[in-house]
């Protein structure tokens, strides 16, 4: 399959200048109403000027240099001054639509209050003939660009840093008479603070973001940016260098979901979006923009505020019926990795405190001198975990669980019990946890994936909590190994997912074997099976997908590259069909493993603890791994190996790996898949029995197997051309097929309609309404079976989720129907 793909649609454009500023803390102030589906605040900016800018910097002229002018296809910004007086105090008195009435760059007189809003503009990319069309109109003026889409902007102003009490001690040079650059000083001096003063860092940071206002900005907006200018600044180091963005979210907003939990009660939340978080406050999203926040958010008392903040927030009741939470965080890291999430939530507690968790938390790791960091960390300057020597012995976080009420008997009965021996099994594995603290929500059945992980948070679909712990095991696995591939070091280039998502596959298997304590032969076994299964699933999407979508360095050479502004593109950042795609895990777990075979599972992961050392807190591109990775193989082991082989044979191409190729057909099946092959057998025999009863010592005896045992069978039976009602019948009640977990349970409901299975009809409606993370690929398989009776479930069960669905599984589930 080569479908062609469309850059202006598929292309996800990252719009910053962090080429000549850079955003070094957020400050949001936030109030959050259900009943308008609204989040409404300030959002206040603390930047540092670039070693690069200049005069005319920050002009958007500056995104057409990139060699592809990709990052340019938008409409040409038409300046729009908003003065807004007291938006407070005068946005009750309005209607969200009263603020969507400034257009073309011309003032709206229609209102009597002074408030007004920048042109609201469509979604999408404009056509190519605006490219570089984006001049300053004749102005000299430095131009802020932040990455912003579906937001209602209404007021930008400087803040007066210098108004703050006792601000004093931030001013070097007293003497200091243009007020601005006395403003500028101070916060340079804030934000340079070392990290042994982050306290009053943050405390600063609040005071001066209640400052008052000291002249309002120009501001524009285009479809995917907000551009700020100050009449008379015509450098970043001029430009102001504290800001205050007024501004609200739009119900339709991409960055968060409003839904209800499985109780019926409101709640929103982040759920990875393609556009990250700009639609939820303006930022500067390419992830060389590394910066702290703090957050206030203000909510009705019922609901619970969950963040990906350091802290463990305890609410503070403002009036009746309103409560506030706030966070924070010390750590730099990219605005895609802030989350949110309010709802009726309830906390899971253990009904006992087990001991031996408790000393887990205190004790020392018998294999503590290999994790200790030496030296100096190669981050910016941070409060870090890994020179802290209690951290380093954490073995186990403390960790909470949050659920809505209907599902806190099943957390309590599987989620709990698991998260101590895998986060255990994590510090094993990798050293010293590079988060303090950890909170697992159970989020809302529309949630697309079963797990999403974010700095002190992880999302869990309801998906994992069923048939058992494995698939729940393995997720969280999953999850808490992203707190180090993804999170504490990230991508430098978002088109090389497999540096979070490869890694985090491939280390699952390994902290899932240690939690459960399993014998070096039962990991292995395990490991192998699971290797087998992702071969299989990898096949199949080589065959199915665009091979565009395919390669894990579509950049190539220019990986990394971005504009003399700073601005770039995520090739088919945007592609509908990329977010269902399991290619850059599969991948590149594979090619983790087959590095991990070349060393051996010792050297390779004493290697891959030190390359932990040496590059948390940073960005990375897949070059400073291997050649890292190669350095420490010896000689005799790289049998060829260089960084380019490695690009050319796994990275740069679709298609299977040639180097996973061989190494499949000359691996022998393991024990686990050989029983499996045994099953298989068994059912075809039973299948081709006649309808007649045998004599009983003729019947089959069938094994019990594990989950990804389940899992092959089915696969296998699905290659069959017929199983017979009977069979099917048989199948179900030998392996209790409905009480298994979602992954079982899906390859069930595939072959109940491959042989249209009526009987089994209502599991299907069950699995597409209560596991949506996984039932996308079986409104596919309903429809191409072309039965009227399978298409009009399908679009009966469309019809009752459609209106909850995430935005994107709902418009690829609206194609196959419609």
């Not at 551009?227 to 007024?246: E, N, S, Y």
């Not at 100096?376 to 960790?399: D, K, L, W």
């Not at 699971?530 to 665009?546: G, I, T, V």
């Not at 048989?730 to 009480?739: A, D, F, G, I, P």
């Amino acid at each position: 399959m080569d479908t062609k793909l469309d850059p202006s649609r598929d292309d996800l454009p990252l719009m910053a200048n962090t080429s000549h500023i850079l955003v070094k803390h957020y400050v949001l102030d936030l109030d959050v109403d259900f009943e308008s589906q609204i989040i409404d605040g300030t959002l206040v900016l603390f930047l540092e000027s670039g070693n690069r800018s200049r005069k005319k910097s920050g002009s958007t002229e500056e995104a057409c240099r990139s060699e592809s002018n990709e990052a340019c296809k938008f409409r040409k910004p038409e300046t729009c001054h908003v003065p807004v007086a007291d938006t407070r105090t005068s946005m009750s008195k309005m209607g969200y639509s009263d603020f969507a009435i400034c257009g073309k760059g011309e003032r709206d007189t229609s209102g009597k209050d002074g408030n007004h809003d920048n042109q609201e503009q469509t979604y999408g990319i404009s056509s190519s003939k605006h490219c570089c069309d984006t001049g300053n109109h004749g102005s000299e003026n430095f131009l802020l660009v932040l990455d912003c889409c579906d937001l209602s902007v209404l007021k930008v102003e400087e803040v007066d840093v210098a108004a703050v009490p006792g601000i004093e001690k931030f001013t070097r040079s007293p003497k200091l008479t243009v007020v601005s650059e006395l403003r500028n000083q101070i916060v340079r001096e804030l934000v340079t603070l070392p990290a042994d003063r982050w306290r009053e860092q943050l405390d600063y940071y609040a005071r001066c973001s209640q400052a008052p206002g000291c002249g309002e900005l120009l501001f524009d907006t285009d479809t995917w940016s907000l551009q700020i200018r100050k009449t008379g600044a015509q450098t970043a180091t001029d430009f102001p260098h504290a800001i205050r963005i007024r501004y609200r979210t739009k119900p339709q907003g991409r960055s968060v979901t409003w839904t209800s939990d499985q109780n019926g009660r409101p709640c929103v939340y982040t759920m990875g979006s393609p556009i990250n978080n700009r639609a939820l406050f303006p930022c500067q999203e390419p992830p060389v923009a590394m910066s702290t926040w703090q957050a206030t958010v203000r909510a009705a008392a019922s609901f619970v505020v969950l963040m990906s903040g350091e802290n463990s927030a305890k609410p503070t009741q403002l009036r009746e019926g309103c409560s506030s939470w706030h966070y924070y965080v010390t750590m730099p890291m990219p605005a895609s990795t802030f989350t949110i999430a309010v709802g009726p939530w309830t906390e899971v507690k253990p009904e006992t405190c087990s001991p031996s968790d408790l000393a887990a938390e205190r004790s020392l790791s018998p294999s503590e001198a290999d994790f200790r960091c030496v030296g100096v960390c190669g981050h910016m300057e941070y409060p870090c975990r890994f020179q802290n020597p209690s951290a380093t012995t954490q073995e186990v976080i403390p960790h909470r669980v949050f659920a809505p009420m209907s599902l806190t008997g099943a957390c309590q009965e599987t989620l709990l019990q698991l998260l101590s021996p895998c986060l255990s099994a994590a510090h094993s594995v990798l050293g010293t946890h590079p988060f303090s603290r950890l909170d697992v929500l159970i989020v809302p059945a529309n949630f697309p994936s079963l797990g999403m992980a974010s700095p002190h948070i992880v999302f869990l679909s309801q998906s994992t909590l069923t048939g058992g712990s494995h698939l729940c095991g393995t997720r969280l696995c999953h999850e808490i190994a992203h707190a180090w591939f993804g999170l504490a070091i990230g991508a430098r280039d978002w088109t090389e997912e497999w540096l979070s998502e490869g890694f985090a596959t491939h280390l699952e298997d390994v902290f899932w074997a240690k939690a459960q304590q399993l014998a070096p032969h039962e990991a292995q076994e395990q490991q192998e099976l699971r290797a087998s299964l992702r071969w299989r699933r990898l096949q199949d999407e080589s065959r199915n997908s665009p091979e565009q979508l395919q390669v894990l360095r579509p950049n190539k050479e220019k990986t990394g590259q971005v504009s003399d502004s700073g601005s770039s593109v995520i090739k088919h950042g945007l592609n509908p069909e990329k977010v269902f795609m399991q290619v850059h895990y599969l991948k590149g777990y594979f090619l983790l493993r087959f590095l991990a075979r070349r060393l051996g599972d010792d050297t390779y992961f004493s290697f891959l603890r030190k390359f932990v050392h040496t590059f948390h807190g940073q960005l990375i591109l897949s070059q400073d791994f291997l050649q890292m990775l190669l350095e420490n193989i010896p000689e005799e082991k790289r049998l060829g190996l260089s960084v380019e082989s490695i690009f050319r044979d796994w990275l740069e191409c679709p298609g299977l790996p040639q180097p996973l190729q061989k190494e499949r057909q000359a691996g022998a099946e393991c024990g686990l898949a050989r029983q499996v092959d045994a099953e298989v057998a068994k059912w075809n025999r039973v299948n081709r029995r006649p309808r007649k009863r045998k004599r009983r010592g003729t019947e089959e005896v069938f094994e019990k197997l594990l989950p990804d045992q389940l899992v092959l069978l089915l696969e296998h039976l699905l290659e069959q051309k017929t199983l017979n009602p009977r069979t099917l019948r048989s199948l179900e009640r030998t392996y209790c097929l409905s009480q298994q977990d979602a992954e079982v349970r899906h390859r069930w409901c595939e072959l109940v309609v491959k042989h249209k299975y009526t009987t089994a009809y209502k599991t299907v409606e069950e699995f597409l309404q209560e596991d949506q993370a996984m039932g996308i690929y079986l409104y596919g398989e309903l429809m191409v079976s072309e039965d009227a009776r399978q298409q009009q479930l399908a679009r009966r069960c469309f019809q009752l989720t459609k209106e909850q669905m995430d935005r994107c599984s709902a418009q690829v589930v609206a194609e196959m129907l419609f």
